[in-house]
């Protein structure tokens, strides 16, 4: 069946950095694009990446845009998220997910949470001051 399993969470200081892995089996690696979201306590999901392998395209939230880095290695069907000058308010579960698109037609933007229809267990970044 399809998993997604993701790794590399921790404890960091602000301005630190941090990888996130999402390995993938069960389906073949570039049928589906790749997102990470995060959740932060109390927030929505938040689309923060989403790489459409075949495609070679990358997409960021506003929000990290310049800070993470989103990248796959099809040897080893695993999806990367490198995390740079991480802050606090960076502090959430991670996800990764996969589905047939990245982004809301026409529109350059990560789709919702809701549109994916496999998600890993999550692993948790926790960002200190």
């Known amino acids: 069946e399809v998993q997604l399993v993701e790794s590399g969470g921790g404890l960091v200081q602000a301005g630190g950095s941090l990888r996130l892995s999402c390995a993938a089996s069960?389906?073949?690696?570039?049928?589906?694009?790749i997102a990470w979201f995060r959740q932060a306590p109390g927030k929505e999901y938040e689309g923060v990446s989403c790489?459409?392998?075949?495609?070679?395209?990358?997409y960021y939230a506003d929000s990290v845009k310049g800070r993470f880095t989103i990248s796959s290695d099809a040897a080893k069907n695993t999806v990367y998220l490198t995390m740079k000058s991480l802050k606090p308010e960076d502090t959430a579960v991670y996800y990764c997910?996969?589905?047939?698109?990245?982004?809301?037609?026409?529109?350059?933007?990560?789709?919702?949470?809701?549109?994916?229809?496999?998600w890993g267990q999550g692993t948790l970044v926790t960002v200190s001051s």
């Open positions: 997910a996969a589905d047939n698109y990245c982004t809301v037609v026409g529109s350059g933007l990560i789709r919702p949470a809701a549109y994916f229809g496999f």
């Open positions: 069960g389906f073949t690696y570039g049928d589906y694009k």
């Open positions: 790489i459409s392998i075949n495609e070679d395209s990358t």
